[in-house]
């Protein structure tokens, strides 16, 4: 487990130092928490999340076709502490999908989202099919998001497409 000081305290407090099983706990500076991170999941050239709108939003971050992170917050506002976290970590590239359906209007909320000065390329990505298992298996083979819940699925979707769309628009992955 990699974490800064701040989460070492917060586990220590919250396992009143009980030992994890099978963990070993790595402490890092905050400074270097961005480079660290860079190491063990690769290339941050370009970095797509995708949010499927619902009564909790649902987020997934996908960097190099490979889930890294998801979870659901209570309002579309929240996904802008996301968006900042993950700009943090300075990608080239920051991607931002907005799974909609196209005959509704567009939220406030979701233009604030699409126009957030951290995001590279804003993208609303039509939500047919986006939490269908089949759709996953074939836009991201290499995770395993059948076990997922279908509002993360959907959101994982709605990132690669917004990749997509990005890389037929681009003329390369590490160009904004």
Do not use: W
Not at 16 to 30: E, K, M, P
């Amino acid at each position: 487990m990699l974490l800064d000081h701040e989460g070492f305290r917060y586990l220590n407090e919250s396992s009143r130092g009980t030992q994890l099983a099978n963990c070993r706990v790595i402490l890092v500076d905050r400074d270097k928490l961005s480079e660290i991170i860079r190491e063990l999941i690769g290339d941050l050239r370009v970095v797509s999340l995708g949010v499927d709108l619902g009564k909790r939003a649902a987020y997934a971050v996908l960097i190099g076709g490979r889930l890294v992170k998801y979870g659901r917050v209570d309002s579309i506002s929240d996904i802008r502490k996301v968006i900042e976290d993950i700009a943090s970590l300075h990608p080239g590239v920051l991607l931002l999908g907005i799974g909609m359906e196209f005959s509704k209007s567009i939220p406030d909320e979701v233009l604030d989202l699409l126009e957030s000065r951290e995001v590279t390329r804003a993208y609303l990505v039509e939500e047919v099919h986006s939490n269908s298992r089949g759709d996953a298996e074939v836009r991201l083979p290499t995770s395993d998001l059948a076990k997922l819940p279908k509002d993360i699925r959907a959101a994982a979707v709605i990132a690669n497409r917004a990749y997509e769309k990005y890389l037929r628009f681009s003329p390369t992955p590490s160009q904004p």
